[in-house]
């Protein structure tokens, strides 16, 4: 019997937490996910990770499939009454949700990092993955937008991505370490794949690859770095996207997110209705149905982007 | 016209609440509730306050009726997810419910008092009263038991009061202070009457008269002041008061309730079933039906009790 395979993936929300589920669905594979905090905020006092959320809800098979976020089975008396008490109500907490949420506040305020109690939820779950907030610090995701500068949630959620993006940052981030179980996982031997998961690049997976040190890891080590790209058919598959990069003034294409990422990755995986190669780049491209609907779509992509991942090994790494 | 009454009110939580409820609904009184706070307390990070979201919610027309405690119409999402999530579940927190506790956990983690989030919150819910704390400070009530000392949450929900009482402490009393609005009440010239809800005395109505001045309050007024008995046909009507009055020696009695106020207290209401005089005492007493199941009971009781109270003023008071 071989030895699992050791793949990194790196994930936004719902969009990368479909690839992510599958991916924690291969039995020869061992994960560990890093994930997106630079959209987490404080909301009623109650500390929110929404990224990690979806994938934790995800990987347990607790997520809201037909609505597209949150808990599945959710209810929203909580809701109704903190209209009642005149309470903030633009951002919608549910009922099961909640218990999450006032977990992981109390958690921390008693001095629990956020990593560990992600990992700890994760585990009581019976997630096989190891699921990582990318940092134990804050790092805050801040818009600059024709309306001035926002926190991620009031553009994401309060205006519906309505503001029109002038650039990103991430406050906080200079000063921020990779999470404690990164530089575990990048310790020799390494990984045997890195895979950045279909997220949104500029608002999912920037954040996690400005944490000084994480971008160096993934470029240093010796595993090949696989995107799948959020794009398909000069579309995004779901939120703010496209509707970016358009306002970043950049061609809603696959060659922009290969050109986004560079240096940093050595293939790409794009939808088999488009078409290979990328850009005029030596990148390796593998077109294969990227959109995910199913259980088994997630799984077939899973297993197509981490043998392609594999397949991009230099000769002395393999055998 | 004539102008209103001024009523202040004594309570702890459901029995009280009835009461207090009753009281509010009389037209001609205007009503300053002051409620035990030390059954607080924090859980899962969480600052519940059981005593006065009874009295709000029941003052609200919230209140679950059937059950006797909690929000009406609620739901318990919430607490099968942080089982799930292993989480502490000893202590029930209904959805709806849930608002409260994180509104007022917020409100005073950003620095209002107790007091101006419950009055603030009253009024929302269009309460007439004025619902008040006993004190803004941290005052909690400990069971020393056989089972040795005892949070009060601990021993009346987690243990379900089934330990032996030897004696009953208000941690943190001697340094509180009367809340603000107290002392407004009671400047020159004070109200009218002054009735103690048919809460358990030594629980709940106890950890009020231990904050140093509001004892003092009470006697220097010159209006009287009238305690409910919750007692009645040598049985409690709910809750543990005459398990405790056993433990603690005492014989379950109205003369024992009369005698536990002593001087404090001008007359005291009993249960048409009981009879007065209570006791070898000059206590003035009305005995009337005290037991409350409908709002009628409640109103008619109320009534009765402010008009009793009135009747006890010094002459030169009256008119």
Redesign the interface.
Known sequence: MSAKRRIVALSGGVGGAKLAQGLDMLDDVDLTIVVNTGDDFEH???MISPDIDSVVYALAGLSDVDRGWG?A???W??M???R????EDWFLL???????H??R??AI??GEPLSSFTLR?AR??GIRARIVPMTDDAVRTIITSDEGRLAFQRYFVGLRCEPIVRSVDFEGAPSARPVAELETEFADPGPDAIIICPSNPYLSIDPILSIPGIADMLSASHAPVVAVSPIIGGQAVKGPTAKIMNELGLAVTNDTIAGHYGDLIDGIVIDHGDRCPVAASPLACLSVPTLMHTVEDKVSLARKTVDFALSLSQPERVG
């Open positions: 009623l006092g109650l808990r089975d959710e209810s008396h909580f109704e009454e903190i009642r008490l005149g309470g549910g009922d099961r949700d909640l218990a999450m006032i977990a506040t109390n305020r008693l939820i009581r779950l």
